[in-house]
């Protein structure tokens, strides 16, 4: 989009929809969605609610965030401007920061109403990292391995918060699931941040891999698939078949184990697999999900 061009609201809706990754939509309802419920059995107007509000506004939100706060880094970035996200133009950034605060405000309300005072504090946090992962003053993203980790909580978090909003009875198999998302969400953080080394590093943007350098992140991603797959062995049955799904993300980023620094944008083409990988691991889990909720009826 040149600086001369109008800003129509189709425009502007498109390039919102563009910033908040739709590929992705599917990476936080889903969890939310599936945590909530298998604990409730039923489908309820929270389900609904939580699953749209995980699905859309919650994107916007993280992404769209990032895309503001990230425009100098983003405009050296030459993956940028489709699934990868926008490169907003600097009339959107007000813009799509007021769009994500209103679009979120009815589904929060709501989820507030319907929920619990625990079920509150994990909305929140969720919240709290979603903002200040991008946003000054604590902008976690700049600070190595709390920038994994924070990524990483985007995405279990709504797992989270579905059980917590659904009353679940907490067990070490359930927790063990989620230590598993977990390092599968620093995991894919840490591989995704090492493409983008050398445009970070011209933008004065610290990360676990412009800090660690791209062929140490990308063996901590391989230690982390490999982990989370280990901690699925010892949950509930069939929770263990999940352990063989952490094989297909080993060796998508294998190649690039060795990977130089300044070949680092050559990672990109392992992130577009693993973008598709997540349907297909989605897929698999969905069946698990089949099968425990057969069990267990």
């Not at 769209?64 to 401007?81: H, Q, T």
């Not at 959107?92 to 979120?104: E, K």
């Not at 140490?216 to 078949?241: I, K």
């Amino acid at each position: 989009m040149t600086v001369a061009e109008p800003l129509s609201a189709g425009l502007v809706a498109r390039r919102l929809v563009v910033s908040s990754r739709p590929v992705s939509w599917i990476n936080t309802a889903y969890p939310f969605a599936a945590a909530y419920l298998m604990t409730v059995r039923e489908i309820d107007a929270i389900l609904v609610v939580g699953t749209l509000f995980f699905l859309i506004p919650y994107n916007l939100a993280m992404y769209g965030i990032n895309d503001v706060f990230d425009y100098e880094s983003d405009l050296r970035n030459p993956r940028k401007g489709g699934a990868h996200g926008a490169v907003l133009d600097r009339r959107l950034h007000r813009i799509t920061l007021v769009s994500a605060g209103v679009l979120c405000a009815p589904f929060v309300v709501f989820l507030v109403v319907a929920g619990s005072a625990a079920s509150w504090a994990v909305l929140a946090a969720s919240l709290f990292f979603v903002v200040f992962y991008s946003a000054p003053p604590l902008r976690l993203k700049e600070r190595p391995f709390l920038d994994s980790v924070t990524s990483s909580i985007h995405f279990f978090s709504p797992a989270v918060y579905g059980l917590v909003l659904a009353g679940a009875v907490w067990t070490w198999q359930l927790a063990m699931i989620i230590v598993a998302f977990a390092l599968w969400g620093v995991a894919s953080h840490a591989f995704g941040a090492v493409q983008d080394v050398v445009a970070d590093r011209e933008a004065g943007i610290a990360s676990i891999a412009t800090v660690r350098g791209a062929r140490w992140t990308v063996r901590f991603a391989l230690g982390c698939y490999a982990a989370a797959g280990a901690v699925m062995l010892v949950t509930a049955w069939p929770g263990p078949l999940a352990a063989v799904l952490a094989v297909p993300y080993l060796v998508t980023i294998w190649p690039y184990r060795s990977i130089a620094d300044r070949d680092a944008a050559a990672a990109t083409a392992g992130w577009r697999r693993f973008l598709w990988l997540n349907q297909f691991s989605g897929f698999a889990v969905t069946l698990l999900l089949i099968w425990y909720a057969a069990l267990t009826a």
